[in-house]
């Protein structure tokens, strides 16, 4: 039988992008734009800083710095 792999915790200096599926399930969803830019969905975006449940995500963009749940987050691997 064989374990499965432990996720590593997201982190200061991570590269994420938002998982979809798991951001328009939540209550921030619903207090946002319907219609999310695709670069949040591609990735990637790091991770500037942490507080609780949130992460502080700069993109690649000249855009403003945004805050979501870590559980809306996944490491960008490419």
């Not at 998982?19 to 946002?32: F, H, P, V, W």
């Not at 830019?37 to 700069?58: M, T």
């Amino acid at each position: 039988m064989t374990d499965s792999i432990p996720k590593k915790p997201l982190k200061k200096g991570s590269l994420v992008f938002v998982d979809k599926e798991n951001y328009i399930k939540s209550i921030e969803a619903l207090a946002s734009d319907n219609d999310l830019p695709n670069y949040v969905f591609e990735g990637p975006g790091e991770i500037l800083s942490l507080k609780d449940e949130y992460a502080q995500v700069r993109w690649r963009r000249p855009v403003p710095d945004v805050w979501l749940k870590l559980d809306q987050l996944k490491e960008y691997t490419h």
